[in-house]
């Protein structure tokens, strides 16, 4: 069975540092992972998608996420935060159908 | 527009209620999930189908019914409605093949009282 830990629940960045939002899986087979953005009472959007053609991933808005098979992580990052960035982001494995969710990092940025 | 769309946005049970949460895309996706989104536990999954006729469980299939008799559309049943079942639902869609993420819809906050 597969599952993701998001090792934050919570992140706070003042605007213009760096953001990064770690999240681990566990998989019996080669994955798909994904970052999922929420902004409040939003439904779900998607960030990026990792599935096997290249490690490091570039997604919407600035940010990237990086697959590493040997830590079995797909932490995401972002070089300047943004005061619109502050949300919800669930880290999200795929093997075969349904998705899994982490438990999801709330993202808080500070002007 | 083509996407996911869940109706309604907004309800209001009594307990011991049922309703039926509308699902319905128009990308002939094959997969289509039911999720419930509650604080601190992410977004978990209740119901799943991967093509009309066939539907499984879920981690939380417990008071929930669904069919899917077309593509297009995958309503959820609540059969006799509890607070617990107070959340915010999403139905989501994909493609079978390949690896792609799922569309979802804008949700339906449900309360039950």
């Known amino acids: 069975a597969q599952s993701v830990t998001q090792l934050d629940s919570h992140v706070s960045v003042s605007e213009g540092t760096p953001v990064l939002l770690r999240c681990n899986y566990s998989?019996?087979?080669?994955?798909?992972l994904f970052w999922y953005v929420q902004h409040p009472n939003k439904g779900l959007q998607l960030l990026l998608k990792?599935?096997?053609?290249?490690?490091l991933v570039k997604g919407i808005n600035g940010f990237e996420a990086e697959f590493k098979k040997s830590e079995t992580s797909f932490h995401l990052t972002k070089p300047s935060a943004h005061m619109s960035d502050a949300a919800e982001y669930f880290c999200?494995?795929?093997?075969?159908?349904?998705?899994?969710f982490g438990k999801g990092t709330r993202l808080s940025v500070i002007a | 527009n083509a996407g996911v769309t869940q109706t309604p946005k907004f309800q209001v049970l009594k307990t011991g209620q049922s309703m039926t949460l509308q699902c319905a895309q128009d990308?002939?996706?094959?997969?289509m999930s039911w999720y419930r989104q509650d604080p601190g536990m992410g977004l978990r999954l209740i119901h799943y189908?991967?093509?009309?006729?066939?539907?499984d469980q879920g981690e939380v299939p417990n008071g929930y019914n669904v069919s899917r008799s077309t593509t297009e559309d995958f309503p959820l049943r609540l059969l006799s409605a509890a607070p617990s079942q107070t959340s915010v639902y999403f139905c989501?869609?994909?493609?079978?093949?390949?690896?792609?993420?799922?569309?979802f819809g804008s949700g339906t906050r449900l309360t039950v009282v």
């Open positions: 989501a869609s994909s493609y079978s093949r390949g690896n792609y993420g799922y569309t």
């Open positions: 998989s019996s087979y080669s994955p798909s």
């Open positions: 990792y599935t096997s053609a290249a490690t």
């Open positions: 999200v494995v795929r093997v075969n159908t349904p998705l899994v």
């Open positions: 990308m002939n996706h094959e997969y």
């Open positions: 189908s991967v093509g009309a006729g066939i539907t």
